[in-house]
Antibody, heavy 117, light 113 residues
């Protein structure tokens, strides 16, 4: 059974940083493309970034609102993908989901990030 | 950016009746080299993550009931639930995975009439 578990959410101050982790099991993690998607309270879904598998180049892509502030990395030896979030603003308050693949076939339960002074 | 626009924003349908949700993309998401539409539908119930229902516009994800079907190509797509069940109450999102940023529609809230 495929499982994705996000961790590391919590409260951060504006201008602060937070790192989310997403651990995967039940699939060949090293071959997976991994996405981060967020959902602000009561709002819709927003894709924020992706990291491809190392066999496919291991490259990253980001949406404009987070480019230059957020960094996605992966450690295939730990079956984990990371989302390093810097220069946080209140607009970054959301539930953050990791999801697999080109068409987002599996999702974690999400991690709540609250940015507030 | 490709803008995904869903209609309607909300929908109330009687149990056993058909529900139809539409999604229009601001540009084609059909990739000519493989003739595939890079388009998906998701279902999200309260307090849960989204769940993939349909990908490549018409392919039902494993385990998804066959009352869910996707149609369309290019810029116009439809999700049809042939006979609404109580457990289908949710918000439905369309998404294109054709080009960065991989945008979602605004969501359609489906309720029981």
């Amino acid at each position: 059974e495929v499982q994705l578990v996000e961790s590391g959410g919590g409260l951060a101050k504006p201008g602060g940083s937070l790192r989310l982790s997403c651990g995967g099991s039940g699939f060949i993690f090293s071959n997976a493309w991994l996405n981060w998607v967020r959902q602000a309270p009561g709002k819709g879904l927003e894709w924020i970034g992706r990291i491809k598998s190392k066999p496919d180049g291991g490259t990253t892509e980001y949406s404009a609102p987070v480019k230059g502030r957020f960094v996605i990395s992966r450690d295939d030896s730990k079956n984990t993908v990371y989302l390093q979030m810097d220069s946080l603003t209140t607009e970054d308050t959301a539930v953050y989901y990791c999801s697999t693949g080109l068409y987002f076939d599996f999702w974690g339960q999400g991690a709540l990030v609250t940015v507030s002074s | 950016d490709i803008v995904m626009t869903q209609s309607p924003d909300s929908l109330a349908v009687s149990l056993g009746e058909r529900a139809t949700i539409n999604c229009k993309s601001s540009q084609s998401v059909l990739y000519s080299s493989n003739n595939k539409d890079y388009f998906a539908w998701f279902q999200q119930k309260p307090g849960q993550p989204p769940k993939l229902l349909i990908y490549w516009a018409t392919t039902r994800e494993s385990g998804v009931p066959d009352r869910f079907s996707g149609s369309g190509s290019g810029t116009d797509f439809t999700l049809t639930i042939s006979s609404l069940q109580a457990e289908d109450v949710a918000v439905y999102y369309c998404q294109q995975y054709y080009s960065n940023p991989y945008t979602f529609g605004q969501g359609t809230k489906l309720e029981i009439k």
